[in-house]
């Protein structure tokens, strides 16, 4: 893993100049039961716990040439069972490593159970083991829940890359401490007399108690980054800490003394200020950036001091659990938010008072269709809702706030249509609708392929509508073409697919050759039209192209062989119509089939 090495000047956000307690080897970690405060800092990291190592787990060389580069070491042990984890909050400026060990004994650390190597290009605010606190979901620097029994010991070794930083603490965190909120840690291993570092909020009393059996005399001291300051008329068993610092105090037991440090660290706890109710329009996978809230919540409390989450219910709020992702994806609905702000060095220095909605609206549903067909000329149709709800508004781009409106000819219209809420936002939707004119149908010619038992007829409309075709009252298709269709009188159906009307014709299948050669080769000697057999009294009538009757033929005229009163006729193109009597006896037309041929010689 590639690090980055933070050139910056790098500020003591939390503790300028403090001195605190920071063990660089791990033969002298700071035994803790709890969270920690922010320390001043880690400089330089004392003996090579490593022995020269090149790595250890995720960790390789920093640099200093070896593992460490400016560490801090910590040790706990387990009082009970569950899942545990901890955040190390600091600058998010700055880039900070981890290991810890499952071991006992600095001699035998063994390979490292939890480990994070991560560059913290991101600038985030935490990294450690289990779930970052300020919803990042898919943070690198944290590292899965560990499960824990009672009586395990740990050692955590906590390293910066960079040379400068301003220091960190450790947050502990996990189901652990809830159902054992006093024992989760065991505290028996700390063996100072002032106890594990205090991690403090506000105004919060801390009574620090140095009582000893035996004792004669107290003498107590504060170190606020200066060096020692004896705390004057401070001379009694108890002392309650008011400010950060390093306290020691001196106990003269009559001969002898005993000198304990601790180090007390007070963070402002903060004030959330109220956020706004909210809706919002939904879309389609739609996101929600919960972190333009933040400025809401906070004030003029500096962002860079406080944390700010979102939870779904007051209780994760409270305990911090499961925030939110800051990339939120609300349902439709009402959605109750809870914020909870923490101080970024103590999380138990936090505010999760104050909750919002975000009310996620459906945009208006749109029923009326998008497109309208005009039958004809048959005048102006009514485009739009025809039944409007009365909560929208409706808006047109020709500037009428109608539902609907009444259109005389072919083009687009759009309708805008509005919802407002309680609180003042709007959600739209837009939609446009095409206006179109259908004509009643109209055929206009017949193709018919291959004069056979069964023939394939494609049926050819006028204009450019939507049409749907039957044969002999069989069930309607989109095409137009009919295979399988034998000679004789059929009947046709065209609708329009819109409702404008529908054409019933009565055809005529037949065939005939486009062209004829009466050249004496036998072959293609004559015209004739097939399928005249399946008519009653059929007959042909063959026309020059100036109207004159050249031939006329009946089912048993073998064809026309191109000459006229015993003449060859010239090679061009010939007319010809074919009659017969319909179901009523009467003579008729066949339609679509006044059509030509050629004569080639």
């Known amino acids: 893993m590639i690090k980055f090495i933070i050139k910056i000047i790098v500020f003591l956000i939390f503790c300028p100049g403090l001195r605190s307690q920071v063990a660089q080897d791990c033969a002298q970690a700071i035994p803790i039961c709890r969270n920690t405060p922010v320390n001043g800092g880690t400089q330089g990291y004392g003996l090579d716990d490593f022995n020269g190592q090149d790595s250890t787990g995720c960790l390789e060389q920093s640099i200093s040439g070896g593992i ?30 981890f290991a810890l060990y499952r071991a006992s004994d600095c001699g035998q650390l063994g390979e490292p159970i939890r480990c994070n190597f991560f560059d913290n290009r991101e600038g985030v605010r935490y990294m450690g083991v289990g779930e970052d606190p300020s919803g990042q979901g898919d943070s690198l620097l944290y590292e899965p829940w560990l499960e824990v029994g009672p009586g395990e010991d740990y050692y955590l070794m906590i390293n910066n890359y960079s040379n400068l930083n301003s220091g960190f603490s450790i947050q502990f965190t996990g189901s652990i401490w809830v159902s054992n909120p006093l024992d989760a840690l065991d505290c028996s291993i700390i063996d100072n007399l002032l106890g594990a570092p205090v991690a403090a909020c506000g105004n919060e009393n801390v009574v620090l108690d140095a009582t000893l059996s035996g004792a004669v005399g107290y003498q107590w001291y504060r170190d606020v980054g200066t060096g020692f300051q004896q705390l004057p008329g401070m001379d009694t068993p108890t002392l309650s800490a008011m400010e950060s610092g390093i306290y020691r105090v001196v106990v003269d037991r009559g001969g002898s003394s005993l000198l304990s440090d601790v180090q007390v660290g007070f963070s402002a706890s903060p004030q959330t200020q109220p956020v706004q109710d909210m809706a919002l329009c939904h879309q389609p996978d739609m996101e929600f950036d919960l972190s333009t809230l933040d400025a809401q919540a906070l004030g003029f409390q500096d962002p860079k001091d406080f944390v700010v989450s979102y939870h779904l219910s007051q209780r994760d709020a409270e305990s911090g659990t499961h925030p939110l992702n800051k990339i939120f994806s609300p349902q439709v609905g009402r959605q109750d938010l809870f914020v909870r702000i923490a101080s970024l060095a103590n999380p138990q220095c936090y505010d999760a008072s104050v909750g919002f909605v975000i009310d996620v609206l459906q945009p208006p549903v749109i029923g009326f269709p998008l497109e309208v067909v005009r039958c004809g000329s048959t005048g102006p149709v009514e485009i739009g809702e025809e039944n409007p709800d009365p909560g929208y508004e409706y808006l047109w781009d020709t500037g009428e706030r109608t539902p609907s409106l009444s259109v005389s000819g072919d083009g687009e219209h759009t309708l805008t249509v509005i919802q407002t809420t309680s609180m003042g936002d709007t959600c739209t939707t837009n939609r446009t609708i095409r206006v179109t004119t259908s004509q009643v149908p109209v055929i206009t010619k017949l193709d018919i392929e ?88 059929p007959i042909v009538t063959i026309y020059d192209r100036y109207g004159k009757l050249i031939k006329q033929m009946d089912q048993n005229d073998v064809g026309w062989d191109g000459s006229f009163n015993g003449s060859p006729m010239p090679s061009t193109d010939y007319w010809f119509k074919l009659s017969y009597r319909d179901s009523q006896g009467n003579r008729t037309y066949a339609k679509y089939l006044q059509s030509h041929f050629s004569l080639r010689r």
Do not use: K
């Not at 400016?70 to 490593?97: K, M, Q, V």
């Not at 291959?450 to 298709?477: I, K, L, W």
């Open 68 to 97: 460490e580069s400016n560490s801090a070491w910590y040790r706990f042990r387990t009082g009970a069972s569950g899942e545990l984890g901890f955040n190390i909050g600091h600058d998010p400026g700055e880039d900070w490593d």
């Open 450 to 537: 291959d004069m056979r038992a069964n023939n394939r007829v494609t049926v050819h409309p006028a204009g450019s509508g939507r049409y749907e075709f039957s044969m002999d009252d069989g069930p309607f298709q989109a095409s137009n073409v009919f295979s399988g269709v034998p000679p004789g009188i059929h009947s046709v159906v065209l609708r329009d697919f819109h409702g404008c009307g529908e054409l019933r014709e009565e055809i005529v299948v037949v065939g005939f050759a486009p062209s004829f050669s009466p050249n004496g080769d036998v072959l293609n000697e004559t015209w004739q039209i097939g399928g005249l057999s399946t008519l009653d009294g």
